[in-house]
């Protein structure tokens, strides 16, 4: 027999959807969009959706779970919806009215859609990647990736295909998402594969520190350096500080440098932040995302840390993080054996 907490959450969700069938019809005159559900389990009190450059928030009845929101959109696209930390993929098009009902223990396992077929194709889509497991094609002769792909995704391009009138607009941009999914793919092969291996010359780099002074990983020949790609943004690379910090403090007077690599756009915040944290390492700022280094080390997403030894050779350039038990083992392996 169902739980009380089961049987109310249906009867919520039956409620919401008759709410919504005898609710006010949306004025057809304007390109408005409709979106209702309920939430089993919530864990906050805001749903957000995020479109091309817009972002839709409202908020969430924290008992009921439910929530409804109407915004103008005037053109097809993905959006994202977010509760909490979780998020998944949506589909929203001009004059939409759409039902969702998802449970955040199993937040993309749980997803139903009324009104959007499309959304409803998304959310099998990742049920199936899911349980079909995809090869490590970064392992792969990069000659061997599209056939792997055709093969992996034969029966989602074949059930996409019957949008292909139904939804021509969710059609073209789902196999424009595909395509541009595999582009993607295939140049971080590349760029894995030109990768220095262990042992090999790294690509050296050169940055202003915050006096203004060129400062190259090449300087550093002699000594092993542990480099720290990073920004203030970054929440995972804030999180990583005060195990920096210690590991400076418990490593210094050895041969060792701590280079910190920021890719912050705001020189000021940088700087401050560095003062504020007692940072004690060489640091430098590219100014950027969009640098040299960035393609040459082939960094997706950061806190990046790599380690080179005292010989001025790549050791790792995926090294642990001051956080990991992992990292001083490693270090005294390189300074002290």
């Not at 077929?117 to 061997?144: G, H, Q």
Request: proline share 4%; hydrophobic share 40%; charged share 25%.
């Amino acid at each position: 027999m169902k739980n009380l907490k089961e049987i109310v959450f249906a009867v919520l969700s039956i409620v919401m959807v008759v709410l919504i069938i005898k609710g006010e019809r949306i004025d057809r005159t304007i390109s408005t969009v409709k979106i209702t559900g309920v939430v089993e389990n919530p864990i906050g009190d805001t749903v957000k959706f995020y479109g091309p450059d817009s972002t839709y928030i409202t908020s969430l009845d924290t008992i009921t779970g439910i929530f409804s929101i109407e915004f103008d959109w005037d053109t097809a696209a993905f959006f994202s919806f977010f509760h909490g930390v979780e998020s998944t993929k949506m589909f929203v098009k001009p004059y939409d009215e759409i039902q969702l009902t998802i449970n955040t223990e199993e937040f993309d396992e749980t997803i139903q859609y009324t009104g959007s077929r499309e959304s409803s194709f998304l959310a099998w889509e990742y049920i199936y990647n899911e349980e079909n497991e995809f090869p490590d094609i970064f392992k792969l002769p990069f000659d061997a990736l599209d056939s792997v792909f055709e093969a992996k995704y034969r029966p989602v391009l074949s059930r996409a295909e019957t949008f292909k009138k139904l939804s021509p607009k969710f059609y073209e941009a789902y196999i424009t998402q595909y395509n541009a999914t595999i582009e993607s793919y295939k140049n971080r092969h590349n760029a894995l594969s030109a990768l220095p291996k262990v042992g090999e010359d790294p690509f050296d780099f050169t940055f202003s520190d915050r006096d203004g002074n060129d400062v190259s990983l090449s300087d550093f020949i002699g000594s092993v350096v542990y480099v720290d790609v990073w920004a203030t943004w970054c929440g995972p690379c804030v999180y990583e500080v005060p195990f920096l910090v210690e590991i400076e403090e418990e490593y210094k007077g050895n041969n060792i440098v701590f280079l910190g690599v920021s890719v912050d756009t705001d020189a000021e915040a940088w700087m401050n932040f560095i003062d504020n944290n007692a940072m004690h390492s060489i640091h430098v700022n590219t100014g950027g995302w969009e640098t040299q280094m960035m393609d040459d080390y082939a960094i997706n997403g950061i806190p990046r840390f790599m380690i080179f030894d005292s010989n001025g050779k790549v050791f790792n350039l995926n090294a642990p993080r001051p956080s990991s038990d992992e990292i001083r083992p490693i270090l005294d392996s390189l300074l002290f054996e």
